[in-house]
Nanobody
Framework: VQLQASGGGLVQAGGSLRLSCVAS????????IGWFRQAPGKEREGVSC?????????YYVDSVKGRFTITRNNAKNTVYLEMNGLKPEDTAVYYC???????????????WGQGTQVTVSS
């Protein structure tokens, strides 16, 4: 059971990136999946989460609403995080993970992918 995150890179402020989280060893659509980020010296933050297709719910932290979009492609066992209008404060290592998506928020549920670095220059 693994998640593999990719798609990070270096972009200028205002630019875009698309992160991918590919699952192996399990069916991704049976699980809610989230993206988290951690910047140097800061606590890990939940960025965005998506429920199973049947539930049809998403979650975004306030700081990324209107700029980031989370989607899933079950045929590819992949969840994407489309990031537009990137800001220097979005710079962090981004991780995907299985989550519990509750009305109160999005919480890690055990399986983590490796991180992918996103750096936004001003």
């Amino acid at each position: 059971v693994q998640l593999q995150a990719s798609g990070g890179g270096l972009v200028q402020a205002g630019g875009s990136l698309r992160l991918s989280c590919v699952a192996s060893g399990f069916t991704l659509d049976y699980h809610a999946i989230g993206w988290f980020r951690q910047a140097p010296g800061k606590e890990r933050e939940g960025v965005s989460c998506i429920s199973t297709t049947i539930e049809g719910r998403t979650y975004y932290v306030d700081s990324v609403k209107g700029r980031f979009t989370i989607t899933r492609n079950n045929a590819k066992n992949t969840v994407y995080l489309e990031m537009n209008g990137l800001k220097p404060e979005d710079t962090a290592v981004y991780y995907c993970a299985t989550v519990d998506l509750l009305t109160s928020g999005c919480f890690p549920a055990g399986v983590w992918g490796q991180g992918t670095q996103v750096t936004v220059s001003s």
